[in-house]
């Protein structure tokens, strides 16, 4: 039987697939408009696992691409999807307000770094997406809510969309903090002012939560934006979601 978690956002569709214990195997992120590649990485992993039973889950915060992935999961004759559309559907414990709208990834960033942060501790948790969240979690393992704020894509997006001469850039690596030029200066202010951001978000939320919190990180940028802010210290999981995921939708046949 072949093993998948998919997390959908508003950027990008991420795979995992897994192995016999329930553990990601290996993971894909591939664009949300080209399900071209969707049939060609699903072929390669039927392949590789020799074929049979298909199951997935698919946590989803985006309805219109969630119809054209549900319709190509249909297309491929895989019968067993699990759908999670919003954090009330997802087994954390909760002190947030309307949890039936919420994103069903926060809830399982949060239900994932739960399973790491030592018990009897604070947690935060960074996802670095097309938006940036800041989730708290009690020394008890509840989620209280956090913070959400524009990514550095959104960032640079809204900035050439929204003026007549600033040109769209793209982040792959940290930034001197200033530049002579248009693109070099975008950066930096980008880069700069989002790191800021981070860091002023984590330090009102740390101040209040009555320990030394454990800070995961997570996300397609967080290996740009935690070694700023955490230098190598920082905990980076890059399955963050998958993983919780993994475990809502099929439990563990081991460690």
């Not at 491929?76 to 009330?88: L, P």
């Not at 919420?102 to 938006?131: E, F, H, K, Q, Y």
């Not at 809510?145 to 769209?168: E, H």
């Amino acid at each position: 039987m072949i093993r998948v978690v998919a997390d959908l956002g508003n950027t990008r569709l991420k795979w995992g697939r897994l192995d016999a214990s329930g553990r990601i195997a290996e993971s894909i992120a591939m664009p949300l408009d080209d399900p071209s590649a969707w049939g060609e990485a699903w072929a390669g992993w039927k392949h590789d696992s020799g074929g049979g039973e298909a199951c997935w889950a698919v946590s989803t915060v985006n309805p219109p691409v969630a119809d054209r992935l549900e319709k190509f999961l249909a297309d491929q004759r895989i019968g067993r999807v699990t759908w999670i559309r919003s954090a009330a559907e997802v087994p954390v414990p909760k002190d947030v307000e309307g949890a039936e709208s919420g994103g069903s990834d926060r809830a399982l960033a949060v239900l994932g770094a739960t399973r790491i942060v030592p018990r009897g501790r604070p947690g935060l948790v960074v996802m670095c997406g097309t938006a940036i969240t800041v989730e708290r979690i009690t020394t008890e393992g509840v989620w209280q809510g956090g913070a959400i704020a524009p990514g550095l894509g959104q960032t640079a997006r809204a900035l050439n969309l929204m003026t007549a001469q600033l040109p769209f850039i793209e982040l792959s690596r940290t930034p001197p903090a200033w530049g002579r030029g248009t693109v070099d200066s975008l950066k930096a202010g980008i880069f700069w002012g989002i790191v800021g951001a981070v860091r002023e978000l984590l330090a009102r939320q740390e101040s209040d939560l009555g320990a030394d919190p454990v800070v995961v990180w997570t996300g397609g940028d967080a290996v740009l934006l935690a070694p700023p802010i955490f230098g190598d210290q920082a905990r980076i999981e890059p399955d963050l979601i998958l993983d919780a995921l993994a475990g809502v939708a099929f439990g563990r046949t081991g460690d």
